[in-house]
């Protein structure tokens, strides 16, 4: 059973706009969650981690929000560019250390257009 | 420069030949990984590995092998391959900071068994 589930599965925005990514998930315990990037053809790279039981972070044009009571996290991109196209994966990790496991989404896909 | 390196970037084999995939870092991590990624899942592993010589099974190992001789090279090794191993493969090396465990991805090797 899929326990990292994103929506919405593929999002087509315009370039400028702003657009919102969501991952639900009911691993236990969850320890973090982190958002990756991929690139069409390349590796995943990480964008941001969070740890806190109700958490944010901010890293650039990218920020995240973490709701841990209700097992929910966004991933908000403002100023949408055209190099932002690719896809975004949602990983919860059920510790701290190489210990644990991951457990990854199957991602959204993102297109951004002129 | 950090970096984890995977040969081959692409892979055509016939069903039942040997694959080897190898994968490298740069950074002295003791934890590495190897992941499969297909259309609409989110990766899953099939191996870690703790350091030399210390390898465990992840949730799909059936079918796979691994080795670890230094510290800086991980292999992957598909014995008779068979067609539903066709599938991008990555490799990830960690280090766990002060969060979290951060995953830095090699590029994956597109495998295709015919």
């Known amino acids: 059973k899929t326990q990292v589930e994103q929506s919405p599965q593929s999002l087509v925005v315009r370039q400028g706009e702003n657009c919102v990514l969501q991952?639900?998930?009911?691993?236990?315990?969850?320890?973090?969650l982190r958002w990756f990037k991929q690139d069409t053809g390349k590796g995943l790279v990480s964008l941001t981690v969070?740890?806190?039981?109700?958490d944010k972070t901010s890293n650039g044009r990218y920020s995240a929000t973490l709701d841990k009571d209700a097992k929910h996290s966004t991933l908000h991109i403002t100023a949408t560019l055209l190099d932002d196209t690719a896809t975004y994966i949602c990983?919860?990790?059920?510790?701290?250390?190489?210990?644990?496991?991951?457990?990854f989404g199957a991602g959204t896909q993102l297109i951004v257009i002129p | 420069d950090m970096k984890v390196t995977q040969m081959p970037r692409y892979l055509i084999k016939r069903m039942g030949e040997n694959v080897l995939l190898e994968c490298g870092q740069d950074m002295s991590h003791e934890t590495m990984y190897w992941y499969r990624q297909d259309p609409g899942l989110g990766l899953q592993l099939i191996y870690i590995?703790?350091?030399?010589?210390?390898?465990s099974e992840g949730d799909i190992p059936k079918g796979y092998r691994v080795s670890r001789k230094k510290r800086e090279h991980f292999s992957l090794i598909l014995d008779s391959a068979k067609t539903n191993q066709t599938s991008v493969y990555f490799c990830?090396?960690?280090?766990?900071?002060?969060?979290?465990?951060?995953?830095?991805f090699g590029s994956g090797t597109r495998l295709t068994v015919l």
């Open positions: 590995s703790y350091d030399v010589d210390s390898n």
């Open positions: 991952c639900n998930y009911s691993v236990t315990p969850d320890n973090h």
């Open positions: 990983v919860v990790g059920d510790r701290g250390s190489a210990l644990g496991r991951l457990h």
């Open positions: 969070l740890v806190d039981q109700k």
């Open positions: 990830a090396s960690s280090f766990v900071g002060a969060s979290a465990e951060t995953l830095y």
